[in-house]
């Protein structure tokens, strides 16, 4: 079974630039996540959907960050413009929607904003 | 949401059982307790969960008392390779909120 995929791997951008991040979940699950990871952090919940629609939003920075899921399938993370303090991993994870919280993350994408 | 308690950091040395409690005073009674583990550079991946009672897969066991209150995660015989940050989460219907976790060192 192929794992979540996300692209690119690696973006150095200068501040104030634009950034979209790709994400393409495991086919058939229905929720999907994108994290912020900053180094030495734990993972932090930017937003939440459940097919199209958004369970949880309350931490995106919703100024410069956006992000949707076409047809409930693949996803796409925005910054725009970018900060120095937006520099981090950001995490696509999904899963099947059920009960529990068991959910499959992709490697991520390592963003630096010099 | 249960916030959950951890150590920050625990050493270990090869072949030994290492045990991680976590502490989650405020967990619903739908909340299920799962636990996750994470290398640099990757991202996080799921390790184990239960409800109540003791679970075991061919990774960990987790026990849970019966207040739930408490998990504990139990790797047996670590090598260097389970050198990882593992965290404890608490939750229902998909809900994962991450914590700081804890840095486990394995050392030869």
């Known amino acids: 079974e192929a794992g979540v995929a996300q692209s690119p791997r690696y973006k150095i951008i200068e501040k104030r630039q634009s950034v979209a991040f790709w994400c393409n979940p495991i086919s058939g699950h229905a929720t999907l996540y994108w994290y912020q990871q900053i180094l030495g952090q734990g993972p932090k919940l930017l937003i939440q959907f459940q097919n199209n629609g958004v369970v949880d939003d309350s931490q995106l920075p919703k100024d410069r960050f956006s992000a949707e899921r076409l047809k409930g399938v693949d996803s796409t993370l925005k910054i725009q413009p970018a900060k120095l303090e937006d520099s981090a991993v950001y995490l696509c994870a999904s899963s099947t929607g059920s009960m529990g919280t068991e959910a499959f993350f992709g490697q991520g994408t390592r963003l630096t904003v010099v | 949401l249960a916030k959950t308690t951890q150590p920050i950091s625990m050493d270990s040395y090869e072949g030994q059982e290492v045990n991680i409690t976590c502490s989650h005073n405020?967990?619903?009674?739908?909340?299920?307790i799962t636990w996750y583990q994470q290398f640099p550079s990757q991202g996080p991946r799921f390790i184990i969960q239960g409800y109540k009672t003791k679970v075991t897969n061919e990774v960990a066991s987790l026990f849970i008392p019966a207040d739930r209150k408490s998990s504990t995660l139990s790797l047996p015989r670590v090598s260097l390779s389970d050198t990882a940050v593992y965290y404890c989460?608490?939750?229902?219907?998909?809900?994962?909120?991450f914590g700081q976790g804890t840095e486990l060192s394995v050392k030869p």
């Open positions: 405020n967990i619903a009674t739908n909340d299920y």
């Open positions: 989460l608490v939750g229902q219907w998909g809900k994962l909120i």
